[in-house]
């Protein structure tokens, strides 16, 4: 255990629904981060929360939209998904101090989207 | 912008022996830390080491240790004595100094399997 927690852990969705991934850090940490993993490609950062305020939108597409309404907790709100958006979804977080923390991942979130 | 290269994607070990996995990365930064992730069957990725790129001396954690050649870009894990535990995969990634937060660029991965 990392100390970073994710929810669901398994999502199967269609192209129209309407969903939520969480994640939550009892760590203290004021940085938050969610990153896709596909197969065979590297891991890929999506967003970045920087004392609860979003300081990093790596060209993600609208129908993926994050919230941080605390720094202990980040959500993911999926909507009107893609096949190819089928991924492991994992969150991280870390403390930003003078230098560059070491960032803890949760267990991931499998998505399927049918 | 930063890359990291995993040219081995599948490695294997027998049970009590050594292994290497290699990293190469390109960047025009001079400040920086690199950093090797394992992620078990189970998902949770958990850091292995980290090495600091100011740092001439190689890091080192229990069997797990780095060889940074800074100026070929290189930076392998050493996984001595290897156990059964240290079946996952491993991700080799670069994050750039004094940023206001943490950007990690990752590499391919490499999936070691440690027989016994």
């Known amino acids: 255990e990392t100390g970073v927690t994710q929810t669901p852990r398994h999502l199967v969705m269609g192209m129209t629904n309407k969903k939520s991934l969480k994640c939550e850090q009892h760590?203290?940490?004021?940085?938050m981060y969610w990153y896709k993993q596909s197969a065979k490609k590297p891991l890929e950062l999506m967003f970045v929360?920087?004392?609860?305020?979003?300081?990093e939108n790596n060209s993600v597409p609208s129908r993926f939209s994050p919230e941080c309404p605390n720094s202990s907790h980040l959500f993911l709100h999926l909507h009107t998904l893609q096949p190819e958006d089928s991924a492991l979804y994992l969150c991280a977080s870390s403390q930003i101090r003078d230098f560059q923390e070491t960032q803890y991942f949760g267990p991931g979130t499998r998505l399927l989207v049918l | 912008a930063q890359t990291v290269t995993q040219s081995q994607p599948e490695m294997s070990v027998q049970e009590a022996e050594t292994v290497t996995l290699s990293c190469t990365y390109d960047?025009?930064?001079?400040?920086?830390?690199l950093f090797w992730y394992k992620q078990p069957p189970s998902r949770q990725m958990i850091l292995v080491i980290r090495?600091?790129?100011?740092?001439?001396q190689n890091a080192t954690e229990n069997r797990f240790s780095v060889n940074f050649q800074k100026a070929a870009k290189s930076f392998s894990l050493k996984i001595s004595d290897s156990q059964l535990g240290d079946t996952a995969m491993y991700f080799c990634a670069f994050m750039k100094a004094g940023t206001s937060y943490g950007k990690l660029t990752f590499g391919q991965g490499t999936i070691l399997t440690v027989h016994p």
């Open positions: 090495q600091e790129a100011y740092k001439q």
């Open positions: 960047t025009s930064e001079n400040n920086y830390y």
């Open positions: 760590l203290g940490h004021n940085a």
């Open positions: 929360y920087s004392l609860e305020e979003r300081v």
